[in-house]
């Protein structure tokens, strides 16, 4: 076989593309925290309800991001193969489907809102019930807004230009932050107003987004954005990926919500407790996040290609920095945990609990994680998106949601037993995609065929 003299991805090109990523996934956590941290001068039962729509807002989400996911494998496939026109095709026909399905999601979060937070929470008590139900339903709305964004920022990470996302996702930061400050402060709307500061940054993103995703200047662009256009069998490719990707995101999520769903058993002081930890301790996601984007692109790309060679060595090296970013973040958050705690003005209970999770998050997070979520993506790029749905979800099922109510209830560990338990599930996911990727079985599975 004739070998790719070059390499696909210089040093400097993987810099180019990583970089901007981790910006903008610590803008896009800031989004989250900026909220919390906001709100929680109104008081724990503010935060409690934005913890709780969070959780079912994540899960909604996530089926149209897994979409994106889909359709940025496609491209990203399409361009390693040299055929930058039918990149542009997946292009539209991903943003068309994103959008009417965060339509359908839209509706549904509007019309049954008290319905799903009752059924999800059971009678939580009526302070946090109300606040859950204002930010729920203003939240909602921005859905379309956020997959027109995430549809837009897909398409140019796969063309190797995170720096497009990068820009947007600071103005949106930007314009949530002021948003919060004026309408939670100035005008005292505290849930809503930190609601409203959310949609409007995802309206501007998704304005800004699709202004730059129309030109004709870049590789992948969307031609008459305003003209629908159908190609079931490029559909198809995307459901390929999304599918798979939508369901473990989405189950993974569920199981979330379950778990939480434990955890308002332990009181307010936990619910406050545990959203804390989990909007510290998710920094230490944030380079992987940015490294799993970026795999996406550059596996995309080597599979594309052909070249399953440059697809196992630029993974190998991808984990091998997720591992060192996570890892220094970590120690810095275990010198820092007590400040940050306190920040967040929270009774004495909540913050000791929030810091003890923390704690063991981070010693765990710089052993564990790299395997458990960034490894999986480069499977994914391949198009062994199924095994990686079976294992996530098996996994999720039996680990992190059978063993959180077995930590919780039969040890008495309460809270600390449900994180405890997601630890369990990391170490299985650990193994078994180490083991998959190990064997070579995510090879020749390539999505894109010979079609010229």
């Given at each position: 076989m004739e070998e790719i003299q070059e390499p696909i991805f210089s040093r400097k090109a993987l810099i180019r593309l990583i970089i901007p990523l981790i910006v903008e996934q610590v803008l896009a956590v800031t989004i989250g925290m900026a909220d919390t941290v906001m709100v929680s001068?109104?008081?724990?039962?503010?935060?409690?309800?934005?913890?709780?729509?969070?959780?079912i807002n994540i899960l909604l989400i996530n089926i149209f991001?897994?979409?994106?996911?889909?359709g940025a494998v496609v491209a990203a496939q399409y361009l390693g193969r040299r055929e930058p026109h039918s990149a542009r095709v997946a292009a539209k026909q991903l943003f068309y489907s994103c959008t009417a399905l965060a339509l359908l999601l839209m509706t549904a979060a509007l019309i049954w809102n008290e319905h799903i937070l009752r059924l999800v929470f059971g009678n939580i008590v009526p302070e946090v019930m109300e606040n859950s139900k204002i930010y729920f339903a203003?939240?909602?709305?921005?859905?379309?807004?956020?997959?027109?964004?995430?549809?837009?920022?897909?398409?140019?990470?796969?063309e190797g230009n995170s720096k497009i996302s990068m820009y947007t996702s600071a103005l949106m930061n930007l314009v949530n932050i002021c948003g919060n400050a004026i309408l939670i402060y100035g005008f005292g709307w505290g849930v809503a107003g930190a609601a409203v500061a959310t949609l409007v940054s995802r309206i501007l993103g998704a304005a800004v987004i699709t202004g730059l995703v129309v030109n004709p200047h870049n590789t992948i662009y969307i031609e008459k954005i305003w003209k629908p256009e159908v190609h079931l069998s490029m559909i198809g490719k995307i459901m390929q990926i999304g599918v798979p990707n939508g369901l473990e995101n989405s189950l993974f999520q569920v199981g979330k919500i379950l778990v939480q769903s434990i955890i308002t058993t332990f009181g307010t002081a936990a619910i406050a407790a545990n959203a804390i930890a989990n909007s510290i301790a998710s920094f230490e996601g944030i380079p992987g996040a940015a490294i799993?984007?970026?795999?996406?692109?550059?596996?995309?790309?080597?599979?594309?290609?052909?070249?399953?060679?440059q697809a196992k060595k630029y993974t190998l090296r991808l984990l091998?920095?997720?591992y060192l970013s996570i890892s220094v973040i970590s120690v810095l958050l275990l010198v820092l945990v007590n400040p940050l705690t306190s920040a967040f003005q929270l009774s004495e209970e909540a913050t000791r609990m929030a810091r003890e999770l923390i704690i063991f998050h981070s010693i765990c997070c710089m052993i564990i994680w790299p395997p458990s979520f960034t490894l999986p993506n480069g499977l994914r790029a391949a198009n062994d998106a199924k095994?990686?749905?079976?294992?996530s979800v098996i996994s999720m099922w039996v680990c992190r949601i059978g063993l959180s109510y077995v930590f919780a209830y039969y040890f008495h560990m309460g809270l600390f037993g449900v994180w405890v338990a997601m630890i369990a599930d990391w170490i299985v996911r650990s193994i078994v995609f180490i083991i998959r990727f190990a064997s070579g079985k995510w090879k020749n599975r390539q999505l894109i065929r010979d079609e010229k």
């Open positions: 001068s109104v008081g724990e039962a503010a935060v409690s309800g934005i913890s709780l729509v969070d959780t991001s897994a979409l994106t996911t889909g203003i939240t909602a709305v921005s859905y379309p807004f956020l997959a027109i964004y995430n549809s837009g920022a897909a398409l140019f990470r796969a799993g984007l970026a795999m996406i692109t550059v596996v995309g790309q080597c599979v594309g290609a052909g070249d399953y060679d091998k920095l997720t095994f990686t749905m079976l294992v």
